[in-house]
């Protein structure tokens, strides 16, 4: 049994993250600026319609909206084909040839990974409540408390909302101000060799006075 769970738990830290997380974690860090605007819009876009319109009333639109744009561009792509008397066929013919089908394997990893966060959450709670650890217990008993206020003035839509924007704007910023450092570092380094640098010199200037001198001398020439 130990020996199984340990393979497991091997098993799951070799594939991690799966491959939809990092997906995920690609867009937040906008990797790809064009595919995270979408996303970021998108999940905008939802959330404020869900925090003002009910889900019936979201879906329904977001339906229509798929639609006006799928049907317009079917009947474009007709009217053209059958003025140029072409015959390319369905517009979305890629698309309803790609298999879009859920593979049994895919349902399986899906649903070990479940079962690994299912089986430690309800471990973790067990514990927690039945106070194993009476530290721990008043952590999440805090924590509670202060979610308490949190949701007095804060609904869940608008929670989400929060987290949404987070999630975006912080690596960009974080970025912004990387480069900003790293650039305010370099600007430094460089105002500390100037000092260096005019010291060589006048060090420099100063071997070579004697030297000049003497030269001078043994020529006859006064010195200017």
């Known amino acids: 049994g130990?020996?199984?769970?340990?393979s497991a738990e091997v098993t799951s830290s070799q594939h991690w993250?799966?491959?939809?997380?990092?997906a995920a974690l690609q867009l937040v860090q906008w990797k790809e600026p064009k595919k995270s605007a979408a996303a970021f819009g998108m999940s905008m876009l939802v959330l404020v319609s869900v925090a003002t319109l009910s889900v019936i009333s979201v879906v329904s639109y977001?339906?229509?909206?798929?639609?006006?744009?799928?049907?317009?561009?079917?009947?474009?792509?007709?009217v053209i084909q059958a003025i140029q008397k072409s015959d390319e066929g369905h517009p979305f013919r890629s698309l309803l040839q790609r298999d879009i089908s859920v593979s049994s394997e895919s349902i399986r990893q899906l649903a070990d990974q479940t079962l690994i966060h299912l089986n430690w959450?309800?471990?973790?709670?067990?514990?927690?409540?039945?106070?194993?650890?009476?530290?721990?217990?008043?952590?999440?008993?805090?924590?509670m408390w202060v979610m308490t206020y949190i949701g007095a003035v804060f609904n869940g839509v608008t929670i989400l909302i929060i987290a949404d924007v987070i999630s975006f704007t912080t690596?960009?910023?974080?970025?912004?101000?990387?480069?900003s450092k790293q650039e305010w570092m370099k600007r430094i380094w460089s105002k500390q060799k100037w000092p260096n640098r005019i010291w060589s010199k006048q060090k420099w200037s100063k071997q070579k006075l004697p030297k000049?001198?003497?030269?001078?001398?043994?020529?006859?020439?006064?010195?200017?």
């Open 17 to 22: 993250p799966p491959p939809k997380i990092s």
């Open 121 to 143: 959450f309800t471990c973790q709670g067990r514990r927690l409540l039945l106070v194993e650890d009476l530290v721990d217990s008043l952590k999440l008993a805090a924590v």
């Open 2 to 6: 130990n020996h199984s769970k340990g």
């Open 62 to 78: 977001l339906l229509l909206a798929c639609l006006c744009v799928t049907i317009t561009f079917r009947v474009y792509k007709s």
């Open 212 to 224: 000049r001198k003497q030269t001078l001398q043994q020529h006859g020439q006064p010195m200017q």
């Open 171 to 179: 690596p960009l910023i974080y970025q912004k101000k990387k480069w």
